[in-house]
Structures are given as structure tokens and as C-alpha cells.
């Protein structure tokens, strides 16, 4: 199992950045897809972006692309979610998600068998 950790949320205004990191620990992440999903008040939640671990590959929803970014920093296990050009929408909580690389699509929360606690991003209008 890993575990995971969430950090760098907080309140911005729109049009701001802020970067999220998630400190993921326990068995390898070589075969994992590390993603983040978000659950807005009153809303489901809903996919982010995700990242395979091994070749770096990238998916993003279509409501943040070209704003979001994921990297990841193999040395300290850690991926990031940069998140450009905020907007009021984009409030919600943001939670790290690892499971191991299938069949089952990245874009869905049952790819995910590790969640992490979550971290608040606010954006103001």
C-alpha cells in the first residue's frame, strides 16, 4: 500500500498559481499511476490529471488543460500539480491518488486503490 500526502493548497485570487505537492511512501511507485482528482462543494468528484510513474506520461481533464501541469521528482517520490491561471471554479479540495498501472481507465477513481487526506484550494474572484 502507499501512503500518500497532500500539501500547498490555500487561497488565492483568480488568475494566481499555486503548486500541490503529494509525498507518496511505502512499496514502489515503478508500476504505479499517480493522479489527482477534486471535489468541488455540492459537486462530485472528478479527475484532474494523472501521471505513469515509469515514462512520465500525462492525462489531464479537458476543464484544465493547458493550465494544470503534473511533474514528479523520482528521487523524493513526490509528484506536483501546478495549477496555473486559477479561476473560482477551480475551488475545491484536491486529493492524490496512486494505484497500480491496468486496464482500468486513469480517469476513473477506481483505478486508485491509495487516497491521500486531501488539501484545500480556494480561489477568490
Known amino acids: 500500500q502507499v501512503q500518500l500526502a497532500e500539501s500547498g493548497g490555500g487561497l488565492v485570487q483568480a488568475g494566481d498559481s499555486l503548486r500541490l505537492s503529494c509525498a507518496a511512501s511505502?512499496?514502489?511507485?515503478?508500476?504505479?499511476?499517480l493522479g489527482w482528482f477534486r471535489r468541488a462543494p455540492g459537486k462530485e468528484r472528478e479527475f484532474v490529471g494523472a501521471?505513469?510513474?515509469?515514462?512520465?506520461?500525462?492525462y489531464y481533464a479537458d476543464s484544465v488543460k493547458g493550465r494544470f501541469a503534473i511533474s514528479r521528482d523520482a528521487e523524493k517520490n513526490t509528484v506536483f500539480l501546478q495549477m496555473n491561471s486559477l479561476k473560482p471554479e477551480d475551488t475545491a479540495i484536491y486529493y492524490c491518488a496512486s494505484g497500480l498501472k491496468s486496464t482500468i481507465s486513469v480517469l476513473t477513481a477506481r483505478a486508485y486503490s491509495s487516497w491521500g487526506q486531501g488539501t484545500l484550494v480556494a480561489v477568490s474572484s
Open positions: 511505502g512499496r514502489t511507485l515503478r508500476f504505479q499511476i
Open positions: 501521471v505513469r510513474w515509469d515514462d512520465g506520461t500525462t
